[in-house]
């Protein structure tokens, strides 16, 4: 089948508000295609084709052909050529890579060439990546969803699941199982706005759990051999040797362990989450990284242990097994109560010590990946900051025809070399299709400026923006960007004048150590 058709159905699944309209179209798209054409149409529609790594950026997308008349592109020619583009490497990949880039962009017609784009930088705005197509596969082959999720769990590729469903229904699925080795989706947690409401969806005395600002990482263990992988499910057990050294000094033959990495001030306060990423993210010597920022390995679950599967264990067992078999300075600080002034005093105890929050877990539930369910629930203390919108880019997909990315900015609040307005990040998220509609219709009335990508307006708008912290940013001109920004609400009572200066997130800044 010919990519447009599959470019086609990604923009109607971009417009369609409802998750179960998203998973027809995309399950009607799947029969059409077969068990041939499928699993590669999986990759290109799910999360898993950013994990091609064919090394393409935005700036390889500048200066390409313009697109053809017709269109001639197969859905597996096209998977075929991204992996041929993400296995060049050594001297010249660059060129050989923008070379295949260029041969396959010339026959992709204009629809093609932007849902390309839009995979290669992983900008693939369609409300559907893996949960929605995981479900999709499961319609399309007629089998139960909740099978094509364990599967996923325990193999990791979308593409190995589809065509595993599509050919060989249920008992295809079931032959996939833990695999001391071979990475497990990592199961997932869902948002609470404080301790008491994580709480009340529990039954009964709930587990808690410092949440730690560090890369989680999921650690296997056969024998002698140790394999480190992230939430992506990268491999990065080079990157990590104290992580391994902490794995081969457990007291097991083999083990499946969930937890984080993080780096740790003398204090035993975490550094700032950026060297912990860029000391995961690094390539050079890991050894001498090591003694620039030393990880520290910390355990919240236990998946396998000596042969034996505890994925579907109540999560009590599980932590019971990993009391056993991890002493308690490699695990995360864990408690169970029902009481609110204990979960309370916990919360703010792992605050205290520079930590995110915690995590409120179900002790009867097991390990469900992949997944943000009822099972475990993150509760994090919420900033907000009433900004100034002084930008916006045009949107996407279903947002198409209206202003959507905010630049958001901070008044300089008379710091030198700063300007009227400093600017600290970029938000789409938190708007409703009326505020969608509302502000494109406010901004364009405040328009100074434009240019094909975005709109700039005159810093009129208060606009209050909830985050999660604060990180060093040398893209901005205060060295400083919000965390995980989204919008509350637009703030029509308030003047420009009266937003937050530049000196309160420096204030948030101190308060997380940066």
Request: neutral net charge; charged residues 25%.
């Amino acid at each position: 089948m010919l990519l447009r058709h599959l470019a086609l159905t990604s923009r109607a699944v971009a417009a369609e508000p409802g998750r179960r309209a998203k998973t027809d179209l995309l399950a009607e798209c799947l029969r059409d295609l077969g068990p041939e054409e499928a699993p590669a149409a999986v990759v290109l529609l799910s999360g898993e084709s950013q994990r091609l790594r064919t090394g393409i950026g935005p700036a390889a997308l500048r200066d390409l052909p313009p697109p053809a008349a017709e269109p001639v592109l197969g859905v597996r020619q096209t998977e075929r050529i991204l992996e041929e583009i993400a296995a060049v490497h050594g001297a010249g990949a660059q060129a050989g890579r923008h070379r295949l880039l260029a041969g396959l962009f010339e026959r992709a017609t204009d629809v093609e060439q932007g849902f390309l784009r839009a995979v290669l930088v992983g900008d693939l705005r369609q409300g559907a990546l893996d949960a929605v197509v995981a479900d999709a596969v499961a319609r399309a082959a007629g089998v139960p969803a909740a099978a094509v999720r364990r599967a996923l769990m325990f193999r990791g590729s979308a593409r190995a699941v589809a065509a595993a469903a599509l050919t060989g229904g249920v008992p295809a699925l079931a032959r996939f199982r833990l695999e001391v080795g071979r990475p497990v989706r990592p199961m997932l947690a869902a948002s609470a706005p404080e301790v008491g409401a994580a709480l009340e969806r529990i039954t009964g005395p709930a587990a808690l759990e410092w949440k730690l600002d560090g890369i989680r990482l999921q650690v296997h263990r056969d024998g002698g051999e140790v394999a480190a992988f992230t939430r992506s499910l990268d491999d990065i057990t080079a990157r990590v040797p104290e992580v391994v050294e902490a794995a081969l000094a457990l007291p097991v033959r083999s083990a499946v362990l969930d937890g984080e990495a993080i780096a740790l001030g003398a204090d035993g306060r975490p550094r700032p989450f950026q060297e912990t990423a860029a000391r995961t993210a690094a390539r050079r010597d890991p050894d001498r990284l090591r003694a620039e920022v030393p990880l520290s390995a910390h355990f919240f679950d236990l998946l396998h242990l000596d042969g034996e599967d505890l994925v579907d264990r109540p999560g009590r067992e599980r932590w019971a097994a990993l009391s056993g078999a991890v002493p308690a300075e490699l695990r995360v600080p864990h408690t169970e109560t029902g009481d609110h002034d204990e979960a309370l005093a916990f919360f703010r105890a792992a605050l205290a010590r520079g930590h995110e929050g915690v995590l409120v877990k179900d002790p009867d539930a097991g390990y469900q990946a992949g997944r943000r369910g009822a099972g475990w629930i993150k509760v994090k203390p919420r900033h907000t900051l009433d900004l100034v919108v002084l930008a916006a880019e045009w949107g996407s997909g279903r947002r198409r025809g209206f202003l959507s990315n905010l630049h958001l900015g901070a008044r300089a609040g008379g710091e030198a070399g700063l300007g009227p307005w400093v600017m600290l990040g970029k938000t789409f998220k938190g708007l409703t299709d009326e505020t969608l509609a509302w502000q494109t219709g406010a901004l364009l009335a405040r328009e100074v400026e434009r240019d094909a990508r975005a709109v700039r307006v005159r810093p009129e708008l208060v606009v209050e923006i909830a985050f999660d912290g604060v990180q060093r940013s040398p893209r901005y001109p205060a060295g400083l960007a919000l965390r995980f920004a989204r919008v509350v609400r637009y703030r029509p009572d308030k003047a420009a004048a009266e937003a937050d200066t530049v000196a309160a997130v420096r204030e948030i800044a101190a308060a997380e150590g940066l």
